[in-house]
């Protein structure tokens, strides 16, 4: 009762809102833990690639498998244990519906911590790439669905103390975005090889891991909820705004779904020999055409073994294309639920949609599903 009551203080204090009153939430066991990582020869940081890990077991757990959620690009995992104006996130959301959840912080990010000597230089977002993607995509105008955005809390201009939470929380991340595959991968699949099977959450770029780690561990991975999850495959989309609204990143990522190896069958020895064509027509107004094998297409078996959401919200900048990573599956032979929240009656939101007004409404979705997935 007293750590809820401060923590309600606090949220005042920072942002003049006062979140909605409930009842405490109890928790019967709570800590971190540290997976991953490689002793260095340097002597300058005796680890380097751990990953930090954070979890919360719930007084009354009703379900069997425990939430891991991991952050997207430019973050940490405060995305999922609060929200700039003060409400409870993601993480809390699942734990009084007595799921136990595991929030991490990214390889070379937050409490993982940050080695320039070996993962090289740093990438950082500024503030106008954090109004026109995330907090205020509606002013910029640079997707068709962007003008739809209403979701975010506070006003979203500098000054704004919700805002300045908001960007509080933005982090350099290891600007190699195919090394950051590769460290979080390793680092994920280290952490279900410790702590047993659960449900895996990514949003964003975090998406990208998703893949691989299901990949690896079928038996353990039992779900992957994929919050608009990197993409679209083959070629990431730039947003031009009207009236060319896309164009593809001329680089091709290597296996079709991101950049890292995974299981293909027949079996792929080499990136080359996957092949890959553009559709002629986008899949309806405003949507980006995609790409997807040439046919006969490949499997993948061991992603086929896993049940998958995919969740896309009506005004992010993942609106016009995260049905192709549901065709892309789909076409490989693995089955999966796309859901559009505005499909739902859940509108307004933006790509950020856990920390926005109606965060509860979206993680609500997905809770139907993995009850209905017997999760």
């Keep these: 009762m007293i750590r809820a009551l401060a923590a309600a203080v606090l949220a005042v204090a920072l942002t003049g809102i006062a979140p909605a009153a409930r009842p405490p939430l109890v928790i019967a066991s709570e800590g971190y833990l540290f997976v991953g990582g ?39 995992g405060a995305n999922f244990t609060g929200t700039p104006d003060g ?37 950082f977002q500024d503030m106008p790439f954090m109004l026109n993607r995330f907090a205020a995509p509606e002013r910029a105008n640079l997707w068709p669905q962007a003008h739809l955005h209403t979701q975010f809390p506070g006003s979203a201009t500098p000054g704004d103390p919700v805002f300045t939470q908001f960007l509080s929380q933005e982090t350099p991340s290891i600007a190699d975005f195919t090394e950051q595959q590769k460290l979080n991968v390793a680092a994920l699949v280290a952490l279900f090889d ?20 299901a990949d690896a561990r079928p038996n353990l991975v039992r779900a992957l909820l994929d919050v608009e999850p990197s993409g679209p495959p083959v070629h990431d989309v730039l947003n031009n705004g009207a009236p060319n609204w896309f164009s593809d990143v001329p680089q091709v990522k290597l296996y079709g779904l991101e950049m890292v190896p995974l299981t293909y069958d027949p079996p792929v020895t080499d990136p080359a020999q996957l092949s890959f064509e553009r559709a002629d027509q986008p899949g309806g107004p405003g949507l980006v055409n ?18 998958i959401l995919i969740v896309q919200s009506e005004a992010s900048y993942h609106a016009p294309y995260d049905y192709c990573t549901a065709a892309y599956l789909t076409q490989a032979g693995v089955k999966n639920t796309y859901i559009r929240l ?34």
């Design 87 to 123: 409400r409870e996130g993601w993480a809390q959301y699942f734990l009084r519906r007595g799921y136990a959840v595991y929030v991490a912080d990214q390889v070379g990010r937050g409490r993982s911590g940050y080695n320039a000597e070996t993962y090289g230089p740093a990438a």
């Design 38 to 76: 490689a002793l260095t020869t340097t002597g300058k940081q005796p680890l380097t690639d751990q990953m930090y890990v954070e979890y919360q077991i719930p007084q009354t757990r009703t379900h069997r498998y425990p939430i891991v959620m991991i952050e997207g690009g430019g973050q940490t």
């Design 194 to 213: 410790k702590i047993g099977p659960g449900i895996l959450l990514t949003h964003s770029q975090s998406g990208a891991f998703s893949w691989p780690v």
């Design 290 to 307: 995609c790409w997807r094998q040439t046919a006969p297409a490949r499997t993948l078996p061991r992603l086929a073994r896993v049940p």
């Design 342 to 375: 505005a499909d739902r009656g859940i509108h307004g939101n933006g790509h950020m949609m856990m920390l926005e007004r109606n965060n509860a409404a979206i993680a609500g979705v997905m809770l139907a599903w993995l009850v209905a997935e017997h999760l």
